[in-house]
């Protein structure tokens, strides 16, 4: 099977990392999509959300041909991608996913060079973030019908932080939980 991961802290997970999903199974020739969230970020720290919050949202993300893989939570891992290699499944072929605003700062990813050796790399384009540089086993998500935006989990947790709503942009279960939770007012 082809797996896409889509790695990320999902802090807190959006209609973005949906629609990407979707769109890689659209157009991708992608069988699934498994949502990887973080058990801790790598360098520089930016203080997420407790992993056991992050999960429990990514969980609520409802979208068919994807499931929540606990790999780096179950195994603790660090958030460096190329430390997850040896926990994945060897029955799938796997690719993974980055944002295009990932790329500039691609070559700083620990073992970056073994990653795409290992691994094709999809680039999904957002908004604001050039498609560059590629790198050797990188392709660009592409198509007529592609959605593209500039949603983020940073302007997710600044709109809470200014009281306006989140509901447009998250899954109506994501901001039940992240108000239940009072996530994010003093982040």
């Known amino acids: ?9 999902f802090d807190p997970p959006h209609l973005g990392h949906v629609w990407m999903a979707r769109q890689m199974l659209d157009f991708c020739g992608i069988d699934e999509v498994w949502f990887l969230p973080n058990y801790t970020q790598s360098a520089p720290a930016k203080g997420a959300t407790p992993a056991e919050h992050r999960l429990a949202m990514t969980r609520l993300l409802k979208l ?11 195994n603790k891992l660090d958030g460096e991608t190329v ?59 592409e198509h007529e019908s592609l959605v593209i935006s500039n949603i983020s989990s940073t302007i997710i947790r600044d709109r809470v932080r200014q009281g306006l709503p989140i509901t447009p942009f998250v899954p109506v279960a994501v901001a039940e939980y992240v108000q239940e939770h009072n996530l994010y007012k003093n982040f």
């Not at 099977?1 to 802290?9: H, R």
């Not at 068919?64 to 606990?70: A, D, G, V, W």
């Not at 799938?92 to 990653?115: A, N, P, R, Y």
Request: aromatic residues 14%; without cysteine; charged residues 20%.
């Open 1 to 9: 099977m082809q797996v896409a991961l889509l790695g990320g802290v």
């Open 64 to 74: 068919e041909k994807t499931r929540i893989s606990t790999l780096e939570i179950d």
């Open 83 to 141: 430390h997850l290699l040896p926990f994945l499944p060897k029955e799938h072929e796997f690719s993974f996913v980055i944002g295009s605003d990932q790329l500039s700062g691609f070559t700083k990813w620990l073992d970056w060079e073994k990653l795409l050796e290992t691994m094709p790399f999809w680039v999904f384009p957002r908004a604001g973030y050039p498609i560059e540089p590629l790198y050797k086993n990188m392709t660009v998500v």
